[in-house]
């Protein structure tokens, strides 16, 4: 045990944001600011030089975003990443976690939630805002997702081409009507609402093929 204060930088391209962070922090004995960076890029690069306890990122920032700059540090380092955002949604809170970092908060965490997630964290403890854990749990209960049948990802990658679906009834020789079935099934299982998503989703799945032939993984 130690009576040390841990070590914590902070990074977020907001500064009025990253302000009101050390603000909360800063009467806290326990805990010690020892360096704020502005993009996720001097984040790992004060990560390397000061190697804290804990690394406090924002999920978007310049150069590197929390997701890049999050696998970076915890590559090459001890210090453990805590996302401290705004975004809530599955496709953010998952690409965080996949990439290392040990908790995920909403800036909406009070004083007592953020002292409490820090030192959490520093331990190598799982920390996750109540919204985020609840949307987890219900992402974990649900069904497994089908695989999409070939004339699916024939309607997708159509629609990745840019086709309408006009065009993509055409192409295909089957009904626009169809079309619309064949899109909305794809919504489903991708959990999607739109059509850009829909791509994104696949390509990042490896369910597409990218225009030089090879799949994207």
Known sequence: ???EPLRVILAD???VMRAGVAALLADEPTIAIVGEAGDGAEAVE???RLAPDVALLDL???VLDGVAATAEIVRGARTRVLILTTYDTDAEIERAVEA???GYLLKDTTREQLV???HAASRGETVLAPRVAEKLVARMRRPAQAALTAREKDVLNAVADG???AEIAGRLIIG???VKTHLLRVFAKLDVSDRTHAVVVALERGLLERPDGRRDH
Do not use: K, Y
Request: glycine fraction near 4%.
């Open 1 to 3: 045990m130690t009576d």
């Open 13 to 15: 391209d907001h500064t």
């Open 46 to 48: 004060l990560v390397e």
């Open 60 to 62: 978007r920032m310049p």
């Open 100 to 102: 290392g970092a040990i």
């Open 116 to 118: 409490e997630a820090v």
């Open 163 to 165: 086709l309408s679906n």
């Open 176 to 178: 626009e009507a169809t």
